[in-house]
């Protein structure tokens, strides 16, 4: 696959065809997202949680960001990747969020950046630095207690009109997809239908421009908790720790590691015969 750019995007929009996205917080994970040929691939802040371990997503920095979106990089050439800006490095000032997305692309590597919330005067100014933005709209988890939780966002008409108000500022400030997480199905087409550049669901509904979902969460990784929006296309959890507890009875029964699994280089006698050496200089 080449290189996925934001002109090939707009053209799946275009043309109606549907945009897949996913997380990836590693090398490991980015070759596996790279042979599947997914368009995009998010660095997430969500790896403070399925990764680090954190509660929530405000404790991740920078620096680690940076770090996870290295390996990604390289470990998948082909999809466009995007670095999220986390919480506390861009809601400070202008030229904060300007320095924190030029460290993005230039210490990580990346494609791209994501922000959080309806703030155009922010992406602008980003955009107008040279870097390309991602939009997030809906419920956005760094400030989810402002929202009142992780919980269905734009119901009611007034709350809808809000949300298709920001996606067309933010259209206008230059971004180059929006992501909308967690609203109404219908609010979904609507504005995938509204703005020109792709709209991108997690949690919005069938008729969005393309979908995204966390690496861990489709697969079965995180057992915290399983957002409804989300469908899990193995459970490979489960079969990993199954692989775990089958090596430690092996190891315990002794039948791993077996012949096939050792090197050859001395025969038993020969061995005996050194440790009988050994043995004898020790006495």
């Given amino acids: 696959m080449a290189k996925v750019t934001i002109q090939q995007l707009q053209k799946m929009k275009e043309d109606g065809e549907k945009i897949s996205m996913v997380?990836?917080?590693d090398f490991s994970q980015a070759v596996l997202v790279e042979k599947a040929e997914i368009e995009v691939?998010?660095?997430g802040d969500s790896l403070a949680m399925t990764t680090l371990g954190h509660e929530g997503t405000t404790a991740l920095t920078t620096d680690e960001m940076i770090a996870h979106i290295r390996p990604v990089v390289k470990g998948a050439p082909s999809p466009m990747v995007i670095g999220d800006l986390v919480f506390g490095s861009y809601n400070e000032s202008i030229a904060q969020a300007i320095h924190s997305s030029?460290?993005?692309i230039k210490e990580g590597g990346c494609d791209a950046v994501k922000l959080e919330?309806?703030?155009?005067?922010t992406v602008r100014a980003i955009v107008d630095a040279g870097i390309a933005v991602q939009g997030h709209l809906g419920l956005t988890p760094q400030t989810a207690v402002l929202?009142?939780?992780f919980k269905v966002q734009g119901k009611g008409h007034d709350a809808a009109l809000k949300l298709?108000?920001?996606a067309r500022r933010l259209e206008e400030a230059g971004v180059f997809s929006i992501v909308l997480e967690c609203v109404p199905e219908e609010l979904g087409r609507?504005?995938?239908q509204i703005v020109s550049v792709p709209v991108i669901g997690i949690g919005a509904g069938r008729f969005c421009d393309g979908q995204v979902l966390v690496f861990h969460d489709m697969l079965g990784l995180f057992d915290r908790f399983t957002p409804r929006f989300v469908k899990q296309y193995r459970q490979i959890g489960q079969e990993i720790?199954?692989?775990f507890q089958e090596f430690k009875e092996e190891i315990r029964n002794g039948s791993f590691p077996s012949e096939e699994h050792a090197f050859s280089g001395f025969s038993r006698e020969e061995a005996d015969g050194i440790l009988a050496g050994i043995k004898s200089r020790m006495n």
Avoid: E, H
Avoid at 117 to 121: I, N, Q, R, V
């Fill in 147 to 149: 929202l009142g939780g």
């Fill in 164 to 166: 298709l108000d920001d």
């Fill in 41 to 43: 691939i998010l660095v």
């Fill in 190 to 192: 609507v504005m995938s």
């Fill in 102 to 104: 030029n460290r993005l």
């Fill in 23 to 25: 997380t990836a917080y």
């Fill in 241 to 243: 720790v199954g692989a």
């Fill in 117 to 121: 919330g309806a703030l155009p005067d």
